[in-house]
């Protein structure tokens, strides 16, 4: 796998290359939450997107600065509001301790909700129009903390988390597809209120411009130590060229180049810590006592019941777990992009590729959930490209104006569809288990 | 007069509207539920199923165009539907004997299936995507109106006009039609009978001598009619776009497990209950209350409950709150 992206980086150009390993290593903390829980638990999660898109929204909420002037014109309707969710919450939860299950305790828990939406509608209204009238161009919402985007990767661990907490006491107790439609319509539930909530998230104006973990290009390519680095990675190719206004020209043109891969390194430098740090975890997990009581709760649900084992709290557990790892993922997503931009979240893109990294690597087995995001994550990229040059080799003999021929290579993004689908039908058919499948040794 | 300008609007904006539109998603909702009653399994490629049978009779509808074949006022379509019908059965048929088959042969569990349909989604979105091309296409000719607001205004010298598409009849008109003749088929025929018994009891039914080969043919060709019939009518309306398609599988899942999956008629009724819960609670019910309330009492606000950017969340949000209060839905499902 190495061997192409680095294949990609001699043939291609290294920076992307190197976008295309960052991707990847993403793709992989992705897989891997999906991973525990279908591998681990048997928990099917269509949600993956709406994870997704927390942790990105976790990374806009701590790194941009406090809007002042937001805050000034609707921060206090927006604290009343948060509020009054709480106090509904409270109010309900003190009805459900108190009274006995009956019709009634139901239909009054369904008013108390009702009205405290219309409630909190009526009077976040003039907030939120205020917050969004402060200078719309530019800002429009609330803003963030301001504290450095990293600290964002645990927060959208926290976010997602609890969001799956949620979803789980709700969802967890129903058959596995029922689950898997449950939590698809629940993540696009996620998604219609990060694109709608501009006080909130700015919507589909989006945010741009986060901060960043590592230096910016303009600063290093006028940094010494930076010129210094490339000149004497250079050293071979610079002493060719005899003038001097030719060779500075040279040199500024990989500065240039060379800060551009030297941003994506630092990425790539960071995602690995994280990646390296959760496959660590995971085996640990994977091979404790608790990870062999995961694998019984999956095989056979009621014997593992009847061992004693709390069956509903395992699962929720797992469930936040896995959704937690997710959100670490979009967080990070967003770091490297610098921008977020709640449109873009498409279930296809962020739910069923995920799926297809899982089956294809190979469930319940960390190193082929990080190979699944590797190998999928390449060819999703890498499609277009390959069935162009298969396009052109095979219709070599036709003439460039055939309309056939023409419309095949205008459609060649789409291919991209075309294998997937066909890579996940096949190894579903041939090779159940996935490229690695799930090995347990008990030592 | 207020009053009946009041209930004009109404008509006008939410029932006409409504009505149309859980038509189309009802003929979705009974394809979903008869493949998860027959074969057991959630079919995500629903939508885009729809979407190539709709291709399908896009493409019979210009070849007929470019013959200068028409049907006057009526759109070309409804004479390329049948064409369309035929290639969509035969792509399923193709479908289910290369990756469907193996893993009924192999009695795997409903998950797998849904991840082997999630396979052939990809494939079909490809090939629509191939084929057509990701773009919004409109396939619509004949005569646009029934009845213009304007004329309406016209006639009756009311405030409020009613205007009424061909493609809203046509649609309901259809859909009326078609499921009558389904619940016929399923009700009083032999084969129909028979497919009840297996989905009830697919052992007890094999037993008595029912042949599951055919039951299964015969799924797959009532499940095109109504996938292309589907998705045509939903395309004649609006347009047809790909990626359109593909999200109207949600709120179709939505309307099959809210009547109670398994069970057509429930379905039916799912998708009369998924559409008229978006467009009412999306509603700004302004113009409303200037009608039939006295003038000291107009609403200043729009009066809508929730903005229309939530309409997909309000049919998700119903289909939750029925999965956990009532998963087996409204209707008992899991029995055709």
Same mark, same amino acid.
């Given at each position: *796998? *190495?061997?192409?992206i680095?294949?990609?980086g001699?043939?291609?150009?290294?920076?992307?290359a190197?976008s295309?390993?960052?991707?990847?290593?993403?793709?992989?903390? *992705?897989?891997?939450?999906?991973?525990?829980?279908?591998?681990?638990?048997?928990?099917?999660?269509?949600?993956i997107m709406?994870?997704?898109?927390?942790?990105?929204?976790?990374?806009?909420?701590?790194?941009? &600065?406090?809007?002042?002037?937001?805050?000034?014109?609707?921060?206090?309707?927006?604290?009343?509001?948060?509020?009054?969710?709480?106090?509904?919450?409270?109010?309900?939860?003190?009805?459900?301790?108190?009274?006995?299950?009956?019709?009634?305790?139901?239909?009054?828990?369904?008013?108390?909700?009702?009205?405290g939406?219309?409630?909190i509608?009526?009077s976040?209204e003039?907030?939120?129009?205020?917050?969004?009238?402060? &200078?719309?161009?530019?800002?429009?919402f609330?803003?963030?903390?301001?504290l450095?985007?990293?600290?964002?990767?645990?927060?959208?661990?926290?976010?997602?988390?609890?969001?799956?907490?949620?979803?789980?006491?709700?969802?967890?107790?129903?058959?596995?597809?029922?689950?898997?439609?449950?939590?698809?319509?629940?993540?696009?539930?996620?998604?219609?209120?990060?694109?709608?909530?501009?006080?909130?998230?700015?919507?589909?104006?989006n945010?741009?411009?986060?901060?960043?973990?590592?230096?910016?290009?303009?600063d290093?390519?006028t940094?010494?130590?930076?010129?210094?680095l490339v000149?004497?990675?250079?050293?071979?190719?610079?002493?060719?060229?005899?003038?001097?206004a030719?060779?500075?020209?040279?040199?500024?043109?990989?500065?240039i180049?060379?800060?551009?891969?030297?941003?994506?390194?630092?990425?790539?430098?960071?995602?690995?810590?994280?990646?390296?740090?959760?496959?660590?975890?995971?085996?640990?997990?994977?091979?404790?006592?608790?990870?062999?009581?995961?694998?019984?709760?999956?095989?056979?649900?009621e014997?593992?019941?009847?061992m004693g084992?709390?069956?509903?709290?395992?699962h929720?557990?797992?469930?936040?777990l896995?959704?937690?790892?997710?959100?670490i993922a979009?967080?990070?997503?967003?770091?490297?992009?610098?921008?977020?931009?709640p449109?873009?979240?498409?279930p *296809?893109?962020?739910?069923?590729?995920?799926?297809?990294?899982?089956?294809?690597g190979?469930?319940?087995?960390?190193?082929?959930?990080?190979?699944?995001?590797?190998?999928?994550w390449f060819?999703?990229i890498?499609?277009a490209?390959?069935?162009?040059?298969?396009?052109?080799?095979?219709?070599?003999?036709?003439? +460039?104006t055939?309309?056939?021929?023409?419309?095949?290579?205008?459609?060649?993004?789409?291919?991209?569809?075309?294998?997937?689908g066909?890579?996940?039908?096949?190894?579903m058919?041939?090779?159940?288990k996935?490229?690695?499948? +799930?090995?347990?040794?008990?030592? | 007069?207020? $009053?009946v300008?009041?209930?004009i609007?109404?008509?006008?904006y939410?029932?006409? %509207?409504?009505?149309?539109?859980?038509?189309?998603?009802?003929?979705?909702a009974?394809?979903?539920?008869? =493949? !998860?009653?027959?074969?057991?399994?959630a079919?995500?490629?629903?939508?885009?199923?729809?979407?190539?049978?709709?291709?399908?009779?896009?493409?019979f509808?210009?070849?007929?165009?470019?013959?200068?074949?028409?049907?006057?006022?009526l759109?070309?379509?409804?004479?390329?539907?049948?064409?369309? =019908?035929?290639f969509? =059965?035969?792509?399923?048929?193709?479908?289910?004997?290369?990756?469907?088959?193996?893993?009924r042969?192999?009695k795997?569990? #409903?998950?797998?299936?849904a991840m082997?349909?999630?396979?052939?989604?990809?494939?079909?979105q490809?090939?629509?995507?191939?084929i057509i091309? #990701?773009?919004?296409?409109?396939?619509?000719?004949?005569?646009k109106?029934i009845i213009?607001a304007?004329? $309406?205004?016209?006639m009756?010298g009311?405030?409020?006009?009613?205007?009424?598409? @061909?493609t809203?009849?046509?649609?309901? $008109?259809?859909?009326?039609?078609?499921?009558?003749?389904?619940?016929?088929?399923?009700?009083?025929?032999?084969?129909?009978? @028979?497919?009840?018994?297996?989905?009830?009891?697919?052992?007890?039914a094999?037993l008595?001598g029912?042949d %599951?080969?055919?039951i299964?043919?015969?799924?797959?060709?009532?499940?095109?009619?109504?996938?292309?019939?589907?998705?045509?009518l939903?395309g004649?309306d609006?347009s047809?776009?790909?990626?359109? !398609?593909?999200?109207?599988?949600? %709120?179709?899942?939505a309307?099959?497990?809210?009547?109670?999956?398994?069970?057509?008629?429930?379905?039916?009724?799912g998708?009369?209950?998924?559409?008229?819960?978006?467009?009412?609670?999306?509603?700004?019910?302004?113009?409303?209350f200037?009608?039939i309330?006295?003038?000291?009492?107009? #609403?200043?606000?729009?009066?809508?409950?929730?903005?229309?950017?939530?309409?997909?969340?309000?049919?998700? @949000?119903?289909?939750?709150?029925?999965?956990?209060?009532?998963?087996?839905?409204?209707?008992?499902?899991?029995?055709?």
């Amino acid at each position: *796998m *190495m061997v192409l992206i680095l294949m990609v980086g001699i043939f291609q150009s290294w920076n992307i290359a190197l976008s295309i390993f960052n991707l990847c290593l993403i793709s992989a903390v *992705m897989t891997m939450g999906a991973n525990i829980q279908w591998g681990y638990a048997g928990l099917i999660n269509f949600g993956i997107m709406g994870y997704t898109a927390l942790g990105g929204l976790a990374a806009v909420l701590i790194s941009v &600065d406090p809007v002042q002037e937001a805050w000034r014109a609707g921060g206090f309707d927006i604290l009343m509001s948060l509020w009054l969710i709480v106090v509904m919450v409270l109010v309900i939860r003190f009805v459900l301790k108190r009274f006995e299950k009956s019709k009634i305790r139901t239909y009054c828990i369904a008013a108390i909700i009702i009205s405290g939406i219309l409630l909190i509608r009526f009077s976040a209204e003039p907030g939120i129009e205020a917050i969004e009238a402060v &200078d719309p161009a530019k800002t429009g919402f609330l803003g963030g903390f301001g504290l450095p985007i990293i600290f964002s990767w645990i927060v959208g661990a926290l976010f997602a988390g609890g969001l799956a907490f949620i979803v789980g006491k709700v969802a967890l107790g129903l058959r596995a597809d029922y689950l898997a439609i449950a939590t698809l319509l629940i993540s696009e539930i996620v998604i219609a209120i990060i694109k709608h909530e501009d006080w909130l998230t700015r919507g589909v104006k989006n945010v741009i411009g986060l901060k960043r973990p590592a230096p910016y290009e303009v600063d290093l390519q006028t940094t010494d130590w930076f010129i210094k680095l490339v000149e004497k990675f250079n050293s071979g190719k610079l002493s060719v060229i005899e003038n001097l206004a030719d060779r500075q020209a040279a040199l500024n043109q990989l500065v240039i180049e060379g800060s551009s891969v030297f941003v994506k390194l630092c990425y790539s430098g960071l995602f690995l810590v994280v990646v390296i740090i959760l496959l660590i975890l995971t085996q640990k997990a994977l091979y404790s006592p608790w990870g062999r009581m995961m694998r019984a709760i999956r095989d056979n649900e009621e014997a593992a019941n009847a061992m004693g084992k709390n069956v509903v709290k395992q699962h929720l557990l797992i469930f936040i777990l896995g959704s937690a790892i997710v959100g670490i993922a979009g967080a990070m997503l967003v770091t490297q992009d610098g921008l977020f931009t709640p449109g873009s979240y498409r279930p *296809m893109r962020y739910t069923f590729l995920i799926w297809v990294m899982v089956i294809v690597g190979g469930s319940g087995n960390n190193f082929g959930a990080i190979l699944g995001g590797f190998v999928v994550w390449f060819l999703w990229i890498e499609a277009a490209p390959i069935s162009l040059f298969l396009i052109n080799f095979f219709t070599a003999g036709i003439p +460039e104006t055939n309309a056939l021929k023409a419309h095949l290579i205008e459609s060649v993004p789409y291919f991209r569809f075309l294998l997937m689908g066909l890579g996940l039908l096949f190894i579903m058919r041939y090779r159940p288990k996935g490229i690695l499948p +799930e090995k347990i040794e008990i030592k | 007069m207020d $009053f009946v300008n009041a209930i004009i609007l109404l008509l006008n904006y939410i029932f006409i %509207p409504a009505l149309t539109y859980g038509s189309q998603l009802a003929l979705g909702a009974i394809f979903v539920t008869l =493949i !998860y009653g027959i074969l057991r399994f959630a079919n995500f490629a629903t939508g885009d199923m729809m979407s190539f049978g709709t291709m399908m009779t896009i493409l019979f509808t210009w070849y007929f165009q470019s013959l200068g074949v028409s049907l006057g006022v009526l759109p070309t379509a409804l004479l390329a539907i049948p064409f369309g =019908i035929i290639f969509m =059965i035969f792509y399923m048929l193709l479908i289910d004997k290369f990756v469907f088959k193996y893993y009924r042969n192999q009695k795997s569990p #409903p998950v797998q299936f849904a991840m082997v349909s999630i396979g052939v989604m990809f494939v079909t979105q490809a090939v629509v995507r191939i084929i057509i091309g #990701p773009g919004d296409r409109r396939f619509f000719d004949g005569e646009k109106f029934i009845i213009k607001a304007r004329e $309406f205004k016209e006639m009756t010298g009311l405030n409020e006009g009613l205007a009424l598409k @061909s493609t809203q009849v046509i649609t309901i $008109f259809v859909t009326i039609v078609l499921v009558s003749l389904l619940f016929w088929f399923l009700n009083r025929t032999k084969t129909g009978k @028979s497919m009840k018994a297996y989905s009830d009891n697919e052992d007890l039914a094999l037993l008595s001598g029912i042949d %599951p080969k055919k039951i299964v043919l015969v799924t797959w060709v009532i499940a095109g009619i109504l996938a292309t019939i589907g998705g045509a009518l939903y395309g004649l309306d609006k347009s047809f776009k790909p990626f359109t !398609y593909f999200n109207n599988m949600l %709120p179709i899942f939505a309307a099959a497990i809210v009547g109670g999956i398994g069970n057509p008629f429930g379905a039916f009724l799912g998708g009369y209950v998924i559409a008229f819960s978006e467009i009412l609670l999306t509603y700004a019910y302004k113009k409303f209350f200037m009608y039939i309330l006295p003038e000291s009492m107009e #609403p200043s606000s729009l009066v809508q409950l929730l903005s229309t950017d939530y309409k997909f969340a309000v049919s998700f @949000s119903i289909l939750v709150i029925v999965l956990i209060y009532r998963p087996s839905g409204i209707f008992k499902g899991k029995v055709l």
